[in-house]
């Protein structure tokens, strides 16, 4: 009985723990956090925090990072995006970004938004979107998958030109993975446009001048995409290239579809 009361005690100590770290809170310059119970933005950027000892103001500037509670309606959206309900998706989405300015929401719910849109077939408008974005958070702009999600966008919405030059600035960066990725997606535009014979060459050289970039899935992806438009051009080493990504490549999301294809 008494190891039965500890438990329960330091399980209570342990759901009050996480309730506090849950609350809304500001981030100071200096790297304090100020919890509250109770959050709100202004429209000028300032934020009022509902402490214990009242509402504190924080002006606009004077804090790194304000958060508040996930709010239900960005778990609903994304439920949205899983049931193909692609308009609800959008709508609860743009009514977080509203709300949520300047308390992290905003942002969180802003990257799903071109996903529904794309699910619904509008990749311009995703691509527009991917630039809102990028607008509301510049940091953005340094997270790997959201600039590779905007690519995915404009190669959808056929903005080659301007694709070709992002993928030339990725190239010159000098990170070898990267540069492997444009590749790939170099093969990707040709592809999109019936190319299939300067695709299969961009694939391939993918997978034969990059051999140093170890990323399963980067070599994974080349290697499956490469043998997909060799089986299309109907050259008999696509079976090859399929073997490869179940051999070398297995942990590839792409290894499963390939060994059906073998």
Do not use: H
């Not at 009985?1 to 500001?26: D, F, N, Q, R, S």
């Not at 109770?38 to 000028?44: E, K, Q, T």
């Not at 991917?130 to 999600?149: C, H």
């Not at 300067?198 to 995409?225: H, N, P, W």
């Amino acid at each position: 009985m008494k190891t039965t009361k500890l438990i329960l005690i330091g399980l209570a100590a342990v759901l009050a723990a996480t309730a506090v770290l849950a609350a809304p809170y500001v981030v100071l310059p200096d790297g304090r956090q100020v919890q509250g119970t109770a959050i709100r933005a202004l429209p000028n950027g300032d934020v009022n925090l509902t402490t214990e000892m009242g509402i504190r103001t924080f002006p606009k500037g004077s804090y790194l990072k304000a958060v508040a509670d996930k709010p239900a309606e960005y778990d609903q959206a994304a439920a949205a995006i899983k049931a193909q309900k692609y308009d609800e998706a959008v709508k609860l989405l743009e009514g977080v970004v509203a709300k949520y300015r300047y308390l992290g929401w905003d942002v969180e719910a802003s990257k799903l938004v071109p996903q529904a849109l794309l699910g619904k077939g509008d990749a311009e408008g995703a691509v527009k979107a991917y630039e809102q974005l990028f607008l509301l958070s510049p940091d953005e702009k340094q997270n790997t998958d959201t600039v590779w999600g905007m690519r995915r966008a404009m190669l959808k919405a056929k903005q080659y030109p301007a694709l070709i030059r992002q993928l030339d600035a990725v190239a010159a960066s000098g990170s070898r993975p990267e540069a492997a990725r444009a590749q790939i997606m170099r093969g990707d535009i040709q592809l999109d446009q019936n190319n299939v014979e300067l695709a299969a060459m961009d694939y391939l050289r993918t997978s034969i001048l990059f051999t140093d970039v170890r990323d399963a899935a980067i070599q994974g992806e080349a290697c499956f995409k490469a043998a997909a438009a060799l089986e299309q051009l109907r050259d008999p080493r696509a079976k090859e290239m399929y073997k490869k990504v179940v051999t070398d490549y297995g942990s590839s999301p792409y290894a499963a579809q390939a060994q059906g294809r073998m």
